[in-house]
Nanobody
Framework: AVQLVESGGELVRPGGSLRLSCAAS????????VAWFRQAPGKERELVAD???????AYTYSVRGRFTISRDNAKNTLYLQMNSLQPEDTAMYYC???????????????WGQGTQVTVSS
């Protein structure tokens, strides 16, 4: 069975950094698109960043220049390096995979349980 397990979320001060990780198993991780989504209280879930099987990346406008998505296919692990964190980045962050596409992550078919990121002084 496909499993996605996130880690790395915690409370951080504004301006701080965090790195989220997502360990994938149960499928050929290197062949498919993977992504990070987030959902803040009272808001819809949004796509934060994705990375295709070939390594092409895309980011939502609000995180460009601050967040970096990367993947280690040897370790079946997805990362999200988050710098210059702001209170508006507070959300539950979810790892997601689309095993139907190597390049399109907008409609994933597998999700992790999430890891909470809270940015507050």
């Amino acid at each position: 069975a496909v499993q996605l397990v996130e880690s790395g979320g915690e409370l951080v001060r504004p301006g701080g950094s965090l790195r989220l990780s997502c360990a994938a198993s149960g499928y050929t991780y290197s062949s498919y698109c993977v992504a990070w989504f987030r959902q803040a209280p009272g808001k819809e879930r949004e796509l934060v960043a994705d990375i295709s099987a070939s390594g092409s990346t895309a980011y939502t406008y609000s995180v460009r220049g601050r967040f970096t998505i990367s993947r280690d296919n040897a370790k079946n692990t997805l990362y999200l390096q988050m710098n210059s964190l702001q209170p508006e980045d507070t959300a539950m962050y979810y790892c997601a995979a689309n095993t139907r596409s190597d390049s399109v992550c907008l409609f994933p078919n597998f999700w992790g349980q999430g890891t909470q990121v809270t940015v507050s002084s």
